[in-house]
């Protein structure tokens, strides 16, 4: 919310970055000492309560501005591609290794890309998807069901990683590998390892891996190897289906079929690069945003009894016997479960940071904004102290449902998806996921036991998406 110092600052129009408060920092490097990486978003969010929901920042030789108010983050975000971009390390890192799909991609190139992968992800292509995903979600309750019975401690998070992905190969390229059961799989570990080093890359203030390779660069580059060459396998694969049934040609199964077929009816709409880039990308984006939302989800539930016998009691109406959702038809009618999960989305958004450059010169808040520079975009502090919030720290659900009093909930100001024209393309498949999953546990299980090894809450950890740290769990056959 803009305070009245912050709303007369803005009228006033004081142009430059300079004017813009801020924390101080050191002559040279400015604030890049100060910055603490694995816990970087409760640092901004914290700074943003001490310099208001717009401040400035000097990281090395790179300006930023810190925006936590929600209409100016809704106005820069639906200013992308033209006045806003991702930042350039992201396109560059992603091209240096090979997966410079939509995520990464930026004016044309994105442009080129956009319409084919959206229309995959489009909602009339859930129901198709839907049968892929129940199989892999009762797979992982038969997982489970063993580990309860066993009375043994999991570790939420990698378990809910190998779902998510095992789920993504289905549906992006047809095949199922099944990593939940083959828990000597190495694509888990080596998808594992790609992200993390990728955000670290981006906060560096230079490229040095360009000049010296350190043995973690050794190491991640060895990951991103065999990621590459597991979906070059994976494209012959297809390939090879596509020529022996030329009849899927009229309906492709999956995302990689759909993406080879355009390249062969108009080699100018996907290259080679965009396809591999694509597969990779939705590896990498489904296995961390949808698992961590899940284990944050999953964790809150644990500490809110109300809630949890809530769900239990739609999914025991919904289901019946069944013991996973069947349909889009079952889970339309779980709205609770839905508003779990965006409950969960507003107080833990896995995406706590937004990192945008700006494309030429523009204006925020009546300051002048300088071509290159950046903008860190915080969407939780809006979602957890806007005014017409009602208890906003606490996980209620039902104010998604506008009960208990919360009939004017601003649903808007959670944007856990992002917004305008490069909002998530995968935002319906995803929440089918996580309400597939949350019904499941609800129907069969009971939570024992949900913490790190000594029982505590998890912490909040920044590794380019935010996750719980030592996250186990204990389950109970329901």
């Known amino acids: 919310m803009k305070s009245t110092k912050e709303a007369s600052r803005s009228e006033e129009g004081l142009g430059s970055l300079s004017t813009i408060p ?34 400035h920042l000097r990281l090395g030789n790179k300006d930023v501005i810190v925006a936590s108010d929600p209409e100016e983050i809704s106005t820069i975000m639906k200013s992308r591609p033209d006045t806003w971009r991702r930042v350039t390390e992201i396109a560059e890192c992603a091209r240096e290794d090979g997966f410079i799909g939509l995520f990464a991609a930026e004016g044309d190139e994105w442009r080129r890309q956009r319409r084919l992968v959206m229309t995959a992800f489009a909602p009339a292509h859930l129901r198709g998807y839907t049968p892929h995903i129940r199989l892999i979600t009762d797979r992982l309750r038969r997982r489970w069901a063993e580990l309860a019975r066993r009375g043994e401690r ?9 779902y998510t992905v095992d789920a993504a190969a289905v ?4 095949q199922d590998l099944n990593t939940l059961e083959d828990e000597t799989s190495e694509l888990q570990s080596h998808l594992q390892a790609v992200l993390p080093m990728l955000y670290r890359r981006i906060l560096m203030p230079f490229a040095y891996w360009r000049l010296v390779r350190l043995p973690v660069d050794r190491a991640y580059d060895r990951h991103v190897a065999a990621i590459q060459h597991l979906i070059g396998e994976l494209v012959r694969s297809a390939r090879a289906q596509l020529e022996r049934t030329p009849e899927r040609r009229h309906s492709p199964s999956n995302l990689l079929e759909a993406m080879l077929i355009a390249q062969d009816d108009d080699g100018s709409v996907l290259t080679g690069a965009d396809i591999t880039g694509n597969v990779f990308t939705m590896l990498l984006a489904s296995q961390d945003t949808t698992a961590n939302t899940l284990a944050w989800a999953i964790s809150l539930l644990h500490k809110n009894p109300q809630a949890w016998h809530r769900l239990v009691q739609e999914t025991q109406s919904v289901l019946g016997d069944q013991l996973v959702p069947q349909d889009l038809d079952q889970m339309y009618k779980m709205s609770f479960a839905e508003a779990c999960a965006n409950e969960a989305m507003r107080l833990k958004p896995v995406a706590p940071i937004i990192v945008l450059e700006a494309l030429h010169d523009t204006t925020v808040r009546g300051y002048a904004i300088p071509k290159g520079c950046r903008a860190y975009l915080l969407p939780r502090p809006s979602a957890v102290e806007h005014e017409a919030l009602r208890d906003p720290l606490e ?39 996580i309400g597939m999953v949350l019904a499941m546990i609800a129907r069969n299980f009971r939570l024992a036991e949900l913490g790190d090894k000594d029982g505590a809450p998890p912490e909040e950890r920044l590794a380019f998406t935010m ?3 030592d996250l186990y769990c204990r389950l109970v056959p329901a």
């Not at 002559?27 to 929901?53: C, F, I, M, T």
């Not at 549906?171 to 047809?174: A, D, E, Q, R, T």
């Not at 449902?401 to 935002?427: N, Q, V, Y």
Request: proline content about 9%.
């Open 395 to 433: 996980f209620q659900p039902q104010r998604w449902l506008g009960e208990d009093g919360h009939g004017d909930f601003p649903k808007r100001i959670s944007t856990p998806f992002g917004a305008g024209p490069r909002i998530c393309p995968g935002r319906y498949l995803a929440m089918i996921e």
């Open 154 to 162: 999991f570790e939420l998070r990698s378990e809910l990683m190998r």
């Open 467 to 469: 996750f719980p740290t």
């Open 22 to 55: 801020g924390p101080k920092g050191q002559l040279l490097l400015g604030n890049l000492l100060q910055l603490d990486v694995p816990r970087l978003h409760l640092q901004l969010e914290k700074w943003a309560r001490e310099y208001g929901s717009l401040y």
């Open 171 to 174: 549906l992006s390229y047809g």
